[in-house]
């Protein structure tokens, strides 16, 4: 079976749709133009389609690269038969091909090899044939007696050394028990002896038991750190019937046999020695991988929650980012970002400066006509939440947002931060990232590594790539879907456009430096290393707004003008027309078929055409709820069982979501309170009723009010 029918078998999409994308792929395109540009070849397939498909080609061209390499191995041993080599190009998995090729891999020096050297491997045949005879079993081994072999009992324990290798490296034998141990198996935890774990991270783990088919993602991946943080000692249990079962699927020992026992005894010694182990390794390999993909996807969907919160555009915002000894460091910046002022207040402990602190605010606010201020997540935040409530009540119109402050030091030490704000200390940095985090969170977040940005689920004990490839795929997804402005964005953000990558976003800048705004997309073919490839995946993605074209400034394709300029011809419109007053003309069109059909294009292209002449350039951040602007601070006492309250999703895990709720802890909203079929992101705006209330350990249970 190809590639592409392989692949769309598992996805449930037309063979033609999925060897379109790999052609694509393989011509150097990327998966946002191909997604947004190439809807006709893929049959409109959207990222999350195309990236799975991206996914899958990669596996299926590792499986057989690693079919090639195994092939070549074994015929190298003069060992490959028909039967091997068929059954070896049929296995459509990793884990069966490499069952295959056990019994030929290059091992280190073992007991069944010293015993092939010893020539023991007839009578190994003997055993595993279980031939039946009137000779006793010392008499069928009499023969293999000699200098290296000096008894019977000799001879049968070093082939019984050869049979138990040969049954553990059977396939069936494994995939059998490996099955078997993945629905029945145990995995058991305890503590270990005389180790700390002050804070009883993992308590829960100190003496557990659970079948591993019902272990979930988050159990798994805690264990393996308790276990890495040598508080843990970890064990898989696999029943003796299980093992017995799954040999006898391939040996059996016949009673009629006088070498029955010999068979029995070499099982025995497979199943503890070699078998057993092996397949523990196995499974705990498998759960971590299983465990680590749904914890990069939990990580990944929080991002995409997290980069697509609408910008609070239009507001002159301070900055504040929360701390106690060393005081609440403080940034305003315009409403374009740009820093008008710093400075740092102690209304904390050890100083308690809390007039001083709340005079300084207030004349920042009036002297820079700040309307929104922005307090980091972080220690303090609460505390100086409740400062800026009070200044919030002294002066109309000002509100007050809690922002993610995860990654702010980061950026405050890097060289980006440090080439943008040069003249800044690094502590006041990160002010000027938590007030910019509101303006633009999406422009703001992408200066930052997306490991640095805290929402995900034991992101530092996944795998490191994989996890970096998907927080990648979400950052460019976002970036391109919301399409940049190429004559402001910062070489961050230019970066993750389609097409560009980091050098080429730093000659965009230099250009823009030095030769001023571009005036359209056709002058970004001047900039150093920009070619005609990296144009066409790009420009779509990258506006220039006020510019010499119009259309320059939406999500149509510089290849697309020429069907755009039709249509609009058709309408009698002008490029200069308002997109305000295009929509009812527009609307007059023939059906959108039968105009594709006239204008030589294809209907997903002049849809998307259709759309952007009426909304050019339309974030797609505009059509979700705002973030909830406070001007005052609630505390664990004034809330009460059944009191409904708005909140926003702040972070996504297996167990449920935690709801900021104005309060100094967020609210859990278990599992089991959301109703099935909601999917819930971070930044979501929901309404929450108050469950539960334990002031002593500072947790609220919320319930689904929506």
Same mark, same amino acid.
């Given at each position: 079976?190809?590639?592409?029918?392989?692949?769309?078998?598992?996805?449930?999409?037309?063979?033609?749709?999925?060897?379109?994308?790999?052609?694509?792929?393989?011509?150097?395109?990327?998966?946002?133009?191909?997604?947004?540009?190439?809807?006709?070849?893929?049959?409109?397939?959207?990222?999350?389609?195309?990236?799975?498909?991206?996914?899958?080609?990669?596996?299926?061209?590792?499986?057989?690269?690693?079919?090639?390499?195994?092939?070549?191995?074994?015929?190298?041993?003069?060992?490959?038969?028909?039967?091997?080599?068929?059954?070896?190009?049929?296995?459509?998995?990793?884990?069966?091909?490499?069952?295959?090729?056990?019994?030929?891999?290059?091992?280190?020096?073992?007991?069944?090899?010293?015993?092939?050297?010893?020539?023991?491997?007839?009578?190994?045949?003997?055993?595993?044939?279980?031939?039946?005879?009137?000779?006793?079993?010392?008499?069928?081994?009499?023969?293999?007696?000699?200098?290296?072999?000096?008894?019977?009992?000799?001879?049968?324990?070093?082939?019984? %050394?050869?049979?138990?290798?040969?049954?553990?490296?059977?396939?069936? #034998?494994?995939?059998?028990?490996?099955?078997?141990?993945?629905?029945?198996?145990?995995?058991?935890?305890?503590?270990?002896?005389?180790?700390?774990?002050?804070?009883?991270?993992?308590?829960?783990?100190?003496?557990?038991?659970?079948?591993?088919?019902?272990?979930?993602?988050?159990?798994?991946?805690?264990?393996?750190?308790?276990?890495?943080?040598?508080?843990?000692?970890? *064990?898989?249990?696999?029943?003796? $019937? %299980?093992?017995?079962?799954?040999? $006898?699927?391939?040996?059996?020992?016949?009673? $009629?046999?006088?070498?029955?026992?010999?068979?029995?005894?070499?099982?025995?010694?497979?199943?503890? $020695?070699?078998?057993?182990?092996?397949?523990?390794?196995?499974?705990?390999?498998?759960? *971590?991988?299983?465990?680590?993909?749904?914890?990069?996807?939990?990580?990944?969907?929080?991002?995409?929650?997290?980069?697509?919160?609408?910008?609070?555009?239009?507001?002159? #915002?301070?900055?504040?980012?929360?701390?106690?000894?060393?005081?609440?460091?403080?940034? #305003?910046?315009?409403?374009?970002? !740009?820093?008008?002022?710093?400075?740092?207040?102690?209304?904390?402990?050890?100083?308690?400066?809390?007039?001083?602190?709340?005079?300084?605010?207030?004349?920042?606010?009036?002297?820079?006509?700040?309307?929104?201020?922005?307090?980091?997540?972080?220690?303090?935040?609460?505390?100086?939440?409740?400062?800026?409530?009070?200044?919030?009540?002294?002066?109309?119109?000002?509100?007050?947002?809690?922002?993610?402050?995860?990654?702010? *030091?980061?950026?405050?030490?890097?060289?980006?931060?440090?080439?943008?704000?040069?003249?800044?200390?690094?502590?006041?940095?990160?002010?000027?990232?938590?007030?910019?985090?509101?303006?633009?969170?999406?422009?703001?977040?992408?200066?930052?590594?997306? !490991?640095?940005?805290?929402?995900?689920?034991?992101?530092?004990?996944?795998?490191?790539?994989?996890?970096?490839?998907?927080?990648?795929?979400?950052?460019?997804?976002?970036?391109?879907?919301?399409?940049?402005?190429?004559?402001?964005? *910062?070489?961050?953000?230019?970066?993750?456009?389609?097409?560009?990558?980091?050098?080429?976003?730093?000659?965009?800048?230099?250009?823009?430096?030095?030769?001023?705004?571009?005036?359209?997309?056709?002058?970004?073919?001047?900039?150093?290393?920009?070619?005609?490839?990296?144009?066409?995946?790009?420009?779509?993605?990258?506006?220039?707004?006020?510019? %010499?074209?119009?259309? %320059?400034?939406?999500?149509?394709?510089?290849?697309?003008? !020429?069907?755009?300029?039709?249509?609009?011809?058709?309408?009698?419109?002008?490029?200069?027309?308002?997109?305000?007053?295009?929509?009812?003309?527009?609307?007059?069109?023939?059906? #959108?078929?039968?105009?594709?059909?006239?204008?030589?294009?294809?209907?997903?292209?002049?849809?998307?055409?259709?759309?952007?002449?009426?909304?050019?350039?339309?974030?797609?951040?505009?059509?979700?709820?705002?973030?909830i602007l406070r001007s005052d601070v609630l505390s664990l006492s004034d809330l009460k069982p059944g009191m409904q309250l708005k909140g926003t999703v702040r972070n996504v895990v297996d167990f449920g979501a935690f709801i900021d709720i104005g309060v100094k802890q967020d609210g859990l909203l278990h599992r089991s309170q959301i109703p099935r079929g909601e999917e819930l992101s971070v930044g979501d705006i929901l309404t929450v009723s108050i469950q539960s209330i334990d002031e002593a350990r500072g947790r609220i249970g919320l319930g689904w009010a929506k």
């Open positions: 079976m190809s590639y592409a029918q392989t692949i769309a078998s598992n996805l449930n999409v037309k063979p033609s749709q999925v060897t379109a994308v790999i052609t694509l792929l393989d011509d150097g395109n990327t998966i946002p133009f191909i997604a947004r540009y190439r809807k006709e070849a893929t049959g409109s397939l959207d990222e999350e389609q195309i990236r799975h498909i991206e996914e899958q080609l990669n596996k299926l061209r590792a499986l057989d690269e690693r079919r090639s390499t195994i092939l070549e191995s074994i015929a190298s041993q003069e060992k490959l038969t028909p039967e091997l080599e068929k059954a070896i190009k049929s296995a459509s998995t990793m884990t069966e091909l490499e069952d295959l090729y056990q019994p030929y891999k290059p091992k280190r020096r073992t007991k069944a090899m010293i015993a092939r050297e010893k020539g023991l491997e007839p009578l190994a045949e003997f055993i595993l044939g279980q031939l039946v005879t009137r000779q006793t079993a010392v008499q069928i081994a009499a023969p293999f007696i000699n200098e290296e072999v000096p008894t019977a009992d000799d001879a049968l324990a070093g082939a019984c %050394d050869i049979v138990a290798e040969t049954i553990s490296d059977t396939p069936q #034998v494994r995939q059998t028990l490996r099955d078997k141990a993945l629905q029945f198996g145990l995995l058991r935890s305890e503590k270990v002896k005389d180790a700390e774990d002050e804070r009883a991270v993992y308590k829960l783990y100190y003496e557990y038991e659970q079948r591993i088919d019902r272990l979930r993602p988050h159990q798994i991946l805690a264990i393996n750190r308790g276990e890495a943080e040598k508080i843990l000692r970890v *064990s898989v249990d696999i029943a003796e $019937r %299980d093992w017995i079962l799954a040999m $006898r699927t391939s040996y059996r020992t016949d009673r $009629r046999s006088p070498l029955a026992e010999q068979l029995q005894l070499a099982m025995e010694d497979a199943a503890k $020695r070699l078998l057993v182990p092996a397949i523990e390794r196995d499974v705990r390999r498998s759960l *971590s991988e299983q465990a680590e993909a749904h914890a990069i996807q939990v990580f990944a969907d929080n991002m995409r929650g997290l980069l697509t919160q609408p910008p609070l555009a239009g507001h002159n #915002v301070m900055g504040i980012d929360p701390a106690y000894r060393t005081g609440c460091k403080v940034a #305003v910046v315009d409403a374009t970002g !740009k820093v008008l002022e710093t400075t740092a207040v102690y209304p904390h402990q050890p100083q308690n400066k809390r007039e001083e602190a709340l005079k300084t605010l207030a004349a920042l606010v009036q002297k820079h006509h700040i309307s929104l201020i922005t307090i980091g997540n972080g220690t303090a935040s609460r505390e100086t939440e409740q400062l800026v409530a009070e200044l919030t009540r002294q002066m109309a119109d000002v509100h007050y947002l809690i922002v993610n402050e995860a990654g702010a *030091s980061v950026y405050s030490a890097s060289p980006l931060a440090k080439a943008e704000l040069p003249e800044l200390d690094v502590t006041l940095r990160g002010a000027v990232s938590i007030a910019r985090r509101a303006q633009d969170p999406l422009a703001e977040l992408v200066k930052i590594d997306p !490991k640095s940005i805290g929402v995900g689920l034991y992101q530092h004990d996944v795998n490191q790539k994989q996890l970096s490839d998907s927080l990648d795929g979400v950052v460019e997804s976002v970036v391109n879907q919301v399409g940049v402005d190429v004559n402001t964005a *910062s070489p961050a953000l230019l970066t993750h456009v389609a097409g560009i990558g980091p050098k080429l976003a730093e000659n965009i800048v230099a250009y823009r430096e030095a030769n001023g705004r571009f005036p359209n997309r056709a002058t970004l073919k001047d900039v150093s290393g920009l070619g005609p490839k990296a144009f066409e995946q790009s420009a779509g993605f990258l506006r220039v707004r006020d510019g %010499d074209n119009p259309l %320059d400034a939406s999500a149509i394709h510089p290849e697309s003008y !020429k069907v755009a300029t039709a249509v609009l011809k058709k309408a009698n419109l002008k490029l200069s027309t308002p997109p305000e007053g295009r929509t009812a003309v527009l609307a007059k069109l023939p059906p #959108v078929p039968e105009l594709a059909n006239q204008l030589s294009t294809g209907v997903p292209t002049l849809t998307d055409i259709l759309e952007q002449l009426v909304r050019p350039g339309r974030d797609p951040r505009e059509d979700l709820p705002k973030p």
